[in-house]
């Protein structure tokens, strides 16, 4: 069985990517970029919940968070839902992903769904152990939502629950570099978010 995938048919998406991948522009327009196709994506993203569903949205920490904003905006105004972040990071030697936070609670039984809100899926590493967390965690259904993925971080991403995990990508990049860089890619987008380069 195979995760289902979809990716953004908006042609508004396509021409905001071709603004993001200029490396030189300033990190409050790559911040503006971000949130304006996080919105776009939603669109395809979020599901209807029952009423007395409580919906968890996870960042991947540090650059999912500058997802969650325009994410939570597009839910209907009765949707009950939570954030929780994860600290993943990619070690630059291993290409493994690291967990340094993790505060999950107790799992309310009325949560069912995660959305995983992460800008860039390059290897799959960190989405994949997102996707293992939160199985552990005794979510029943995740929807990961990505603005650029690699086609082979995508592929890798969804046979890890592919009966549970549905995957929402703005576009799909063709490979990965040896340093599971995605070429062409959108750079190092933490960095480009928060100035840190």
């Known amino acids: 069985m195979s995760a289902s995938i979809t990716t953004s048919s908006n042609p508004e998406f396509k021409s905001k990517l071709d603004r993001l991948r200029d490396e030189s522009i300033r990190p409050i327009e790559v911040r503006r970029l971000i949130g304006e196709m996080t919105q776009i ?5 979020i599901l209807k919940h029952k009423p007395e569903e409580r919906v968890a949205v996870v960042a991947i920490l540090r650059s999912g968070m500058q997802m969650v904003d325009p994410f939570v905006a597009e839910f209907p105004e009765d949707t009950d839902n939570v954030i929780y972040h994860l600290g993943l990071f990619r070690d630059k030697l291993s290409l493994q992903p690291v967990e340094y936070y993790n505060k999950l609670p107790t799992k309310d039984p009325r949560i069912r769904h995660a959305y995983v809100l ?8 960190t989405v994949t152990a997102a996707i293992n967390i939160l199985r552990d965690w005794g979510i029943e259904q995740i929807s990961v939502v990505t603005v650029l993925s690699s086609k082979v971080g995508l ?11 549905r995957f929402i990508t703005g576009f799909s990049d063709p490979e990965i570099d040896s340093k599971g860089h995605i070429r062409p ?3 190092d987008i933490g960095d480009r978010l928060f100035g840190t380069t």
């Open 41 to 45: 994506l939603a669109a395809d993203a």
């Open 118 to 125: 992460d800008p860039v899926l390059a290897t799959g590493g």
């Open 155 to 165: 592929a890798a991403a969804s046979k890890v629950w592919p009966e549970k995990t």
């Open 185 to 187: 890619g959108i750079g």
